[in-house]
């Protein structure tokens, strides 16, 4: 680990960018930045909490930065010989192995995988399957229809291989291929509307 005196995000930034009265402190060998995906901001989380959150001897600060927009940097009083331990045992341990919590990573992935669902993924899975089916525009509307389940849909009866945010879309339209029309009428007969008679293949 590096004193922060010792410390820059990047090669391009000075080191020990402010907070002059820390200069000696301990920098935890884990950061994050605005876009840090689940290992990092885990690792980062779990780190804190292993330190006992933050006191006067552990403190968290955030740096606006050119790059990513922001970054956060743990730093811990040398004095404090516990918690620098704490973080030595956290370097060697991630040293071996990149993740401090498995549990915590896979539990982020799902809620990240949720909330892109629900603000994109499920919009653009319909347009694929209306492209590929070519399907109504009255249908197209259903599929984003909060009452109607399509991510369930995806991933009982279409995916092969489970979408996540870093992927591209070709595991999703690789999932809308194996779709055909006759499915499609038989997961919108579920939901169709009190007023109206199930769906056909000629609905869609």
């Known amino acids: 680990m590096r004193l922060y005196r010792e410390f820059s995000p990047t090669q391009f930034d000075c080191k020990g960018l402010a ?14 930045t605005r876009d840090s995906e689940a290992i990092d901001a885990s690792n980062f989380a779990v780190t804190l909490s292993q330190l006992g959150g933050e006191s006067d001897t552990v ?41 401090l919590d498995d549990s915590d990573v896979s539990n982020r ?22 492209k590929e089916l070519g399907l109504s525009d009255t249908a197209t509307y259903r599929l984003w229809d909060a009452d109607v389940p399509l991510r369930e849909f995806y991933e009982g009866q279409l995916a092969g291989e ?14 809308v291929a ?10 919108l007969r579920q939901y169709r509307r009190p007023s109206k008679v199930g769906a056909t293949i000629g609905d869609l």
Do not use: K
């Open 178 to 187: 194996r779709c055909t029309r006759a499915m499609m009428a038989r997961f």
């Open 59 to 99: 403190e968290m600060h955030r740096f606006g930065h050119w790059g990513p927009g922001w970054f956060e940097i743990i730093i811990i009083d040398p004095t404090d010989t516990a918690r620098v331990a704490i973080a030595e045992d956290i370097e060697s341990a991630l040293s071996d192995y990149p993740v």
């Open 109 to 130: 992935e799902y809620e990240a995988y949720l909330a892109d669902w629900e603000h994109w993924a499920s919009h653009d899975l319909a347009e694929l399957l209306q």
């Open 19 to 32: 907070l002059p009265d820390r200069q000696d402190w301990i920098v935890a060998p884990v950061s994050q």
């Open 162 to 175: 489970t979408w996540s945010e870093n992927n591209t879309l070709s595991p999703m339209r690789a999932a």
